[in-house]
């Protein structure tokens, strides 16, 4: 009896603490989202480039006020090659606010922006939804990026910034393939606009997020940092000889992990995102079953105290 009544005091205290967490909304004064375009091609063969969104300055754009938003290049060797007339590395990309119901609005200045990212809108003459944060709750599909991909909701819980929790999405999106995370205040950790855009050789990390505090949000190592350099030792090149094998797979996946140490997670996703299967090892080497995977497209990612590893492979 005694068990009972502290399982339910604790379920109580949870319930009360989510509940009663404040909202954070988006910035309203300068803001910087600092984060990192990786494109790979084959193991061995990838470049890193570190970018920034910047809100500052206000707009006015059909009689509403919002936030200037600026894309800036902080990798200026990639710059050079992209911009070789010399154009200004800052470039103002379109106005960000937030509606009374919890919603951030978009206002693009092009339906292609000129990003690292290859970002794209249904078009550039009204804003468009970005995020929402109004009563998500779990299995909720969202109203944003329609005809093109299906968000959702699949998981909430909190994540401590500072000295304050702010409340935390995992959403799943076709298009960016493996789940990310919604923060309130700040976006999505792959992306700030990850909804209008996709993955294929390449990755989005947002490595830290400013308003009066710096924040670190998401790496491919896991480590605290505000920019990614593979020359700072990190380890990524011994993910990188990370071996799988059959592809095409019939019944069993063989993974060749020997570079790694310490504990690693497979996890295999369906082509719309979904986890199907994962599993942990310590050894450098281990199978996956998938004889009972339907024949068709699917990804694997290694996760491991290295970094992540995604690839795909094809089930016959």
Not at 102 to 128: C, K, M, S, W
Not at 174 to 182: G, T
Not at 235 to 240: F, S
Request: hydrophobic share 35%; proline share 6%; with cysteine.
């Amino acid at each position: 009896m005694k068990k009972i009544g502290l399982l339910l005091f604790f379920a109580g205290f949870f319930f009360h603490f989510a509940s009663a967490q404040s909202y954070v909304p988006f910035p309203t004064g300068l803001a910087n989202w600092n984060c990192l375009y990786w494109h790979q091609w084959e193991p061995d063969s990838y470049y890193l480039t570190n970018y920034e969104y910047i809100q500052e300055g206000d707009t006015i754009l059909k009689g509403k006020t919002y936030k200037k938003v600026y894309y800036q290049y902080l990798d200026m060797s990639y710059y050079q090659r992209k911009s070789p007339n010399n154009l200004e590395p800052r470039e103002y990309i379109g106005a960000l606010r937030e509606g009374e119901n919890r919603d951030i609005y978009f206002f693009p200045v092009g339906i292609h922006l000129p990003t690292t990212a290859p970002i794209t809108f249904p078009n550039d003459t009204t804003e468009q939804l970005l995020y929402t944060f109004a009563n998500l709750s779990v299995g909720m599909t969202l109203p944003i990026n329609a005809g093109y991909t299906d968000i959702k909701v699949v998981g909430i819980d909190s994540i401590l910034m500072g000295n304050e929790y702010r409340k935390r999405y995992a959403i799943q999106n076709p298009m960016i393939m493996i789940p990310e995370y919604w923060i309130e205040g700040i976006g999505s950790n792959a992306e700030l606009f990850s909804p209008f855009t996709y993955n294929f050789e390449w990755r989005f990390y947002t490595l830290c997020f400013s308003e009066i505090d710096t924040y670190y949000i998401n790496s491919p190592n896991g480590a605290d940092s505000c920019h990614y350099s593979v020359n700072t030792g990190i380890g990524e090149y011994e993910l990188q000889k990370m071996l799988f094998y059959p592809n095409p797979a019939t019944d069993i996946i063989n993974i060749d992990a020997s570079g790694n140490n310490g504990k690693s997670e497979a996890i295999i996703y369906s082509a719309q995102g979904q986890i199907l299967q994962s599993k942990e090892f310590d050894s450098p080497k281990t199978e996956l079953d998938v004889s009972t995977l339907k024949p068709g497209i699917y990804f694997l990612r290694i996760v491991s105290g290295k970094g992540n590893r995604l690839e795909k492979f094809v089930k016959k």
